[in-house]
């Protein structure tokens, strides 16, 4: 049976140290200011005037059955106006039409966020009383003198329909921060924070080397290929692929099987595979992998049996309806062709996994015993292993955002690897200072690793507190804003509009 790992196209089927530390430590204080001081810099930008739409209101979409429209003066129009006023002026032919989409985009998505968050409100039932728009209009606004007080001169100037507009939106902004204050404001208990922080003070720095599996020796490949020689018998192949409608295909079949059409001709004409303009030629491949196509394995060693130059039987498959030309038939490998080895190791470090962990393993555990003589640098010297350098780190199962993780601190990504595996994490954080680990898988090998010291970061608990609440409104807002674009309620039809009535005015 295919895996579903395996699960392609029929299109795609075919082969073809402290002050390190210190510095990664400022560099990621400073990435959660980041997230939450947004500098707007202003600069006069002929974006926003180009691509003007063909009409004067267009609708991208809708939210919850409200539209999420473009028009003059409205949200979307001044989102729009106002991120193509602060986009750098460094546009080139290159990314010209690229920072057009990034502009319209932004300002959609923001639009979308805002009609969300409104209609919650007006859903909510949230009433803002008229003595609340008084005190806010009183305040600050647009009737706010030079000297900082409400100008009864500067309201008295202006029209009563101007003083109702102003009122309106006062009324539907307050509303909306209403909302956005109970979505994303955050009350954390000192207890809280000081239970992180404890969390985020303990680390743990280290060296590793790293056995990776595509490491496996020649020998051993070659061993394996020639103990199952099978997997790796070739077929050259010519295939039709057809439409899953069985009457449609056995008509086609008989008249490729009579010669009163050619099989090149069928394909060419009939095909839904991407060998179908040339005819239907495939070309080489291994048992295994035609294995793929079929739900049983004594289908393929029916096809391998089929003799040179003859047409297969129709054969109901996962694409379809498939029939196959024998253009040359079983043929072993050749072995000493480097690139069909490299496809055995493929094979076994996808198929035979395990196979492959244990001889990495054993070669860790060789390792360790030499480094507890010799030194864990120098027997890595010795043994010709890269020693990767991991700065101080707190235990952070899945990279949390409020603290390090070695998501931030491993450059070489082996241990990043590692940070949703809770064994592997086990193993890291009880093994004593100078003192190496056991051996651990990784996605793409097994790993050593040797913890050169525990550390106790008090900074750390210092940046917590300082930005805890901010994170933490970060981390809600991202959420937020995934729950309402994976939202059954929106529709998106951006690319459509933007493409038709937005690009074609360029």
Same mark, same amino acid.
């Given at each position: 049976?295919?895996?579903?790992k395996?699960?392609?196209t029929?299109?795609d089927?075919?082969?073809?140290?402290?002050n390190?530390?210190?510095?990664?430590?400022?560099i990621w204080?400073?990435?959660v200011?980041?997230l939450?001081?947004?500098?707007?810099v202003?600069v006069?930008?002929?974006?926003a005037g180009?691509f003007?739409p063909s009409?004067?209101s267009?609708?991208?979409?809708?939210?919850?059955?409200?539209?999420?429209e473009?028009a003059?003066?409205?949200y979307?129009y001044e989102?729009?106006?106002s991120?193509?006023?602060?986009?750098?002026?460094?546009?080139t032919?290159?990314?010209?039409?690229?920072?057009i989409?990034q502009i319209w985009?932004?300002a959609?998505?923001?639009?979308?966020?805002?009609?969300?968050i409104?209609?919650?409100?007006?859903?909510?039932?949230i009433?803002?009383?008229d003595? @609340?728009?008084?005190?806010y209009?009183?305040?600050?606004?647009p009737y706010?003198g030079?000297?900082?007080?409400?100008?009864?001169?500067? %309201? $008295?100037s202006?029209?009563?329909?101007?003083q109702?507009?102003?009122?309106e939106s006062v009324?539907a902004?307050?509303e909306?921060q209403?909302?956005?204050n109970?979505?994303?404001?955050?009350?954390?208990?000192?207890?809280?924070?000081? %239970?992180?922080?404890t969390?985020?003070?303990?680390?743990?720095?280290?060296?590793y080397?790293?056995f990776?599996? $595509?490491?496996?020796?020649?020998?051993?490949v070659?061993?394996?290929a020639? @103990?199952?020689l099978?997997l790796?018998?070739?077929?050259?192949?010519?295939?039709?692929?057809?439409?899953?409608?069985?009457?449609?295909?056995e008509?086609?079949?008989?008249?490729i099987?009579?010669?009163?059409?050619?099989?090149?001709?069928?394909a060419?004409?009939?095909s839904?595979?991407?060998?179908?303009?040339?005819?239907?030629?495939?070309?080489?491949? @291994?048992f295994?992998?035609i294995?793929?196509?079929?739900s049983t394995?004594d289908?393929?060693?029916e096809?391998f049996s089929?003799?040179?130059?003859?047409?297969?039987?129709l %054969?109901k498959t996962e694409y379809?309806y $498939?029939v196959?030309r024998?253009?040359?038939?079983?043929?072993?490998?050749?072995?000493?062709?480097e690139?069909?080895l490299?496809?055995v190791?493929?094979?076994?470090?996808?198929?035979?996994t395990?196979?492959?962990?244990n001889?990495?393993?054993?070669?860790?555990?060789?390792f @360790?015993?030499?480094a507890d003589?010799n030194?864990?640098?120098d027997?890595a010297?010795?043994?010709?292993?890269?020693?990767h350098?991991v700065?101080?780190?707190?235990l952070?199962?899945?990279?949390?955002?409020?603290?390090?993780?070695?998501a931030n601190?491993?450059?070489?990504?082996?241990l990043a690897?590692?940070?949703?595996?809770?064994?592997?994490?086990?193993?890291?954080?009880?093994?004593?200072?100078q003192t190496?680990?056991?051996?651990i898988?990784?996605?793409?090998g097994?790993?050593?690793?040797?913890?050169?010291?525990?550390?106790?970061?008090?900074?750390?608990?210092?940046?917590?507190?300082?930005?805890?609440?901010?994170?933490?409104?970060?981390? $809600?807002?991202?959420q937020y804003?995934?729950t309402?674009?994976s939202?059954?309620?929106?529709?998106?039809?951006f690319?459509n509009?933007?493409?038709?009535e937005i690009?074609?005015n360029?």
């Amino acid at each position: 049976m295919p895996s579903s790992k395996n699960q392609a196209t029929v299109q795609d089927f075919k082969k073809d140290q402290n002050n390190g530390h210190k510095k990664k430590r400022f560099i990621w204080i400073l990435s959660v200011i980041f997230l939450i001081l947004v500098v707007a810099v202003f600069v006069l930008s002929p974006l926003a005037g180009v691509f003007a739409p063909s009409q004067g209101s267009l609708v991208f979409g809708s939210y919850d059955g409200v539209p999420i429209e473009y028009a003059y003066g409205n949200y979307f129009y001044e989102q729009q106006q106002s991120i193509a006023s602060s986009w750098q002026e460094d546009t080139t032919d290159e990314n010209y039409q690229w920072q057009i989409y990034q502009i319209w985009k932004t300002a959609f998505d923001n639009t979308v966020l805002h009609t969300a968050i409104t209609k919650q409100a007006r859903d909510s039932g949230i009433f803002v009383t008229d003595n @609340a728009v008084d005190t806010y209009l009183l305040t600050q606004g647009p009737y706010i003198g030079e000297d900082g007080t409400f100008s009864a001169e500067l %309201y $008295n100037s202006t029209s009563g329909a101007e003083q109702a507009s102003v009122r309106e939106s006062v009324r539907a902004s307050m509303e909306y921060q209403t909302v956005v204050n109970d979505l994303f404001s955050t009350l954390s208990s000192p207890e809280e924070i000081d %239970y992180i922080n404890t969390m985020a003070q303990d680390e743990k720095s280290f060296e590793y080397v790293v056995f990776p599996l $595509n490491d496996y020796p020649e020998e051993r490949v070659l061993s394996y290929a020639q @103990a199952n020689l099978l997997l790796f018998t070739e077929i050259d192949i010519s295939m039709i692929t057809l439409e899953d409608d069985e009457a449609a295909a056995e008509a086609l079949y008989e008249k490729i099987k009579s010669g009163e059409l050619l099989f090149e001709d069928a394909a060419r004409s009939n095909s839904i595979d991407g060998f179908a303009e040339d005819g239907g030629e495939a070309g080489v491949f @291994a048992f295994y992998e035609i294995a793929q196509l079929f739900s049983t394995e004594d289908e393929v060693h029916e096809l391998f049996s089929v003799a040179e130059g003859d047409i297969s039987r129709l %054969y109901k498959t996962e694409y379809g309806y $498939n029939v196959f030309r024998i253009n040359k038939g079983s043929m072993f490998p050749d072995l000493t062709d480097e690139k069909k080895l490299s496809a055995v190791k493929s094979y076994i470090i996808q198929n035979d996994t395990s196979l492959v962990e244990n001889y990495m393993y054993q070669r860790a555990e060789e390792f @360790a015993a030499a480094a507890d003589r010799n030194g864990f640098t120098d027997e890595a010297t010795a043994r010709d292993l890269t020693v990767h350098e991991v700065a101080a780190t707190p235990l952070n199962y899945d990279s949390s955002t409020f603290m390090q993780s070695f998501a931030n601190t491993d450059p070489s990504r082996y241990l990043a690897s590692v940070i949703a595996d809770k064994a592997a994490l086990k193993t890291l954080y009880t093994t004593p200072a100078q003192t190496t680990s056991t051996p651990i898988t990784t996605p793409d090998g097994v790993l050593l690793a040797y913890c050169t010291e525990d550390v106790t970061a008090e900074d750390e608990g210092f940046s917590l507190s300082m930005f805890y609440s901010y994170i933490v409104q970060q981390v $809600n807002q991202e959420q937020y804003t995934k729950t309402i674009f994976s939202s059954d309620k929106f529709e998106d039809d951006f690319l459509n509009v933007f493409f038709s009535e937005i690009l074609q005015n360029g």
